[in-house]
């Protein structure tokens, strides 16, 4: 008997809704990186890109832990000499939360082709409301 590999026309992806409200920020991102990636599934293969869409709603209501608001820092470089830009998640979690948790989903996934269109079927919103009830998505509880 072979081990079964997974083709790239055969994969299904499924939608997927986390609700990130009162929960860290930590252990939504590794969530969402898991169902981006298509590891939760049993047909799962390395080599190819067998993830699933997912959409995080509540980012402005995500937890960080400790002192992590005052502490942690989000660094940027503009492209000239000494424009290293720093702020800290206490000011990028009150503007834009959603950064916040594509920044920790982004840190989980691999960084390559697979990782980078993983990226891409990553939905994130501030409130409970999404535009994608087309899709009928789940609920993914954890």
Not at 98 to 114: C, D, F, Q, R, Y
Not at 128 to 142: D, S, T, V
């Amino acid at each position: 008997m072979s081990t079964y590999m997974a083709k790239k026309g055969e994969v299904e992806r499924k939608w997927y809704v986390i609700d990130a409200a009162g929960k860290t920020l930590g252990k939504v991102a590794a969530e969402a990186a898991v169902l981006l990636r298509g590891k939760h599934k049993v047909t799962f293969t390395p080599h190819v890109d067998c993830g699933d869409h997912v959409i995080i709603i509540n980012c402005k209501d995500v937890v960080l832990t400790g002192k992590k608001l005052e502490q942690k820092k989000w660094y940027r470089h503009t492209g000239y000499v000494g424009h290293l830009k720093e702020t800290n998640y206490a000011t990028l979690m009150a503007t834009r939360p959603t950064k916040a948790v594509e920044l920790a989903v982004k840190g989980m996934v691999p960084s390559n082709t697979i990782g980078r269109a993983a990226m891409l079927r990553l939905r994130l919103f501030e409130g409970a409301e999404h535009n994608h009830q087309a899709q009928k998505p789940e609920a993914w509880e954890f």
